[in-house]
């Protein structure tokens, strides 16, 4: 792997080298994640024993969500500075690995989840095949990942010194994501943009709120992000 390539990989591992994940995360963008995760593309009901792959764990919420709520999580990601995070918040059984070239199983998990996680690869759409192969017949596969109409606005304040980030990021459209998984013999259970904008605060909450309801089914594509629930047939 070229250095060029290990230094982007491998960004959020070296802050978490050096920071706690909530430092360089922003949490009210993260509770909504949680909330919108596990309050309404799937049921808490079907997390119970199920096993439950949560691939790319970051600073470990959703390894915690999903174990609170009674799932048999594991949790994967590129960096044993990651992982030490998530430990810290679960007691998740923990795999260092990629999504480009998952480590686990094929046909292995009731559900997977990868929030927020594939844009930060070379390859997003590599990476939902790999993540749509570990899935059980009948499993579910959930992703979250920011929409490409804001790719320009989020490569400009980089380039303007506005925001500290080297990673890759590679956005998808809402119909790239839909072709890909129904091409790999996914059943779209439900999709949806949330987030009407970049600027993540709690001060803000009801607009948040508005927007989604308003526009995240009709118009995804506006959204910052898309949430994505996919059935494996």
Same mark, same amino acid.
Request: glycine fraction near 8%; proline fraction near 5%.
């Given at each position: 792997?070229?250095?060029?390539? +290990?230094?982007?990989?491998?960004?959020?591992?070296?802050?978490?080298?050096?920071?706690?994940?909530?430092?360089?995360?922003?949490?009210?963008?993260?509770?909504?994640?949680?909330? !919108?995760?596990?309050?309404?593309?799937?049921?808490?009901?079907? !997390?119970?024993?199920?096993?439950?792959?949560?691939?790319?764990?970051?600073?470990?919420? @959703?390894?915690?969500?999903?174990?609170?709520?009674?799932?048999?999580?594991?949790?994967?990601? +590129?960096?044993?500075?990651?992982?030490?995070?998530?430990?810290?918040? #679960?007691?998740?059984?923990?795999?260092?690995?990629?999504?480009?070239?998952?480590?686990?199983?094929?046909?292995?998990?009731?559900?997977?989840?990868?929030?927020?996680?594939?844009?930060?690869?070379?390859?997003?759409?590599?990476?939902?095949?790999?993540?749509?192969? +570990?899935?059980?017949?009948?499993?579910?596969?959930?992703?979250?990942?920011? #929409? =490409?109409? $804001?790719?320009?606005?989020?490569?400009?304040?980089?380039?303007?010194?506005?925001?500290?980030?080297?990673?890759?990021?590679? @956005?998808? $459209?809402?119909?790239?994501?839909?072709?890909?998984?129904?091409?790999?013999? @996914?059943?779209?259970?439900?999709?949806?943009?949330?987030?009407?904008?970049?600027?993540?605060?709690?001060?803000?909450?009801?607009?948040?709120?508005?927007?989604?309801?308003?526009?995240?089914?009709?118009?995804? $594509?506006?959204?910052?992000?898309?949430?994505?629930?996919? =059935?494996?047939?």
């Amino acid at each position: 792997m070229h250095k060029n390539q +290990v230094n982007k990989t491998f960004i959020y591992d070296k802050l978490a080298a050096r920071n706690k994940w909530d430092d360089f995360a922003n949490e009210y963008e993260t509770a909504r994640r949680l909330q !919108l995760i596990f309050g309404k593309l799937i049921d808490p009901s079907e !997390l119970k024993n199920r096993l439950f792959l949560d691939a790319g764990s970051g600073g470990g919420h @959703f390894s915690h969500a999903a174990e609170n709520l009674g799932a048999k999580v594991v949790s994967l990601d +590129v960096g044993l500075n990651l992982l030490k995070q998530v430990g810290r918040k #679960c007691n998740s059984k923990k795999i260092l690995g990629s999504v480009l070239e998952l480590p686990v199983k094929k046909n292995h998990f009731d559900i997977v989840l990868s929030t927020e996680v594939i844009e930060h690869t070379p390859d997003p759409i590599n990476a939902l095949r790999e993540l749509s192969v +570990v899935v059980k017949p009948g499993g579910f596969l959930l992703v979250t990942v920011p #929409c =490409r109409l $804001w790719s320009p606005v989020v490569k400009l304040a980089t380039l303007l010194k506005l925001r500290p980030y080297e990673g890759y990021e590679n @956005f998808l $459209w809402p119909g790239e994501i839909r072709h890909a998984l129904e091409m790999l013999d @996914f059943s779209i259970e439900a999709l949806a943009g949330f987030n009407f904008c970049p600027f993540f605060s709690e001060k803000i909450d009801g607009l948040f709120g508005f927007f989604d309801k308003i526009y995240g089914k009709s118009m995804p $594509w506006l959204m910052v992000n898309i949430a994505v629930k996919a =059935r494996k047939i």
